[in-house]
């Protein structure tokens, strides 16, 4: 992917929206690009639950897309201000305290239906964090209902393998995860 061509087309649409900027950089992931646009009104380009920056993320997929003429979306991660990394964090803790139940219980644990990218994360930190080996992630569900049930690969002897548990989510609960774009 052309480095030039995303700084150039973010820029633009950033401006385009009156949303300022200092600076864009770039660093090629795992499969991805995460793209941090460091800026003073963060909280303008995030919107309400991350909503602004998911779809400025969308607008420049379809903008690079169309620009270099390819048949499928590159994968861009979009973030300011470690805004993204921080939910991201916050996400993979949540996943390592529902690890910790399932080992004491035996029981499978259903996390809060979340975005494909936030299931995508869970996914690749329980797969290669070597202390939750013992563990694997299923995705079930539809739409926005998808959530990511974790369980144990194998039983224990002499144990059964609990019922699955939902999760409960009450007005009152302050998990960590009420204000993830999730």
């Known amino acids: 992917m052309d480095a030039a061509l995303v700084r150039e087309t973010l820029g633009s649409l950033l401006t385009h929206l009156n949303l300022p900027f200092d600076a864009i950089e770039l660093a090629d992931g795992e499969g991805f690009t995460r793209i941090d646009i460091r800026s003073p009104s963060a909280s303008r380009i995030i919107g309400w639950h991350g909503e602004t920056l998911n779809s400025i993320q969308h607008l420049l997929k379809a903008i690079i897309r169309t620009k270099e003429q390819s048949e499928k979306s590159p994968f861009l991660v979009l973030d300011i201000d470690g805004y993204r990394r921080d939910q991201e964090e916050k996400v993979c803790k949540a996943a390592e305290r529902k690890a910790d139940f399932v080992r004491r219980t035996g029981n499978r644990v259903a996390l809060p239906p979340m975005s494909p990218y936030f299931r995508r994360i869970v996914h690749l930190h329980i797969a290669n964090t ?9 995705s ?43």
């Open 130 to 138: 070597p202390e939750l080996q013992d563990l694997t992630t299923a």
């Open 140 to 182: 079930t569900g539809e739409g926005e209902y998808r959530q990511i049930v974790l369980q144990l690969k194998e039983k224990r002897a002499g144990q059964e393998q609990g019922e699955e548990l939902s999760p409960v989510i009450s007005e009152n609960e302050d998990n960590g995860l009420e204000n993830l774009d999730i």
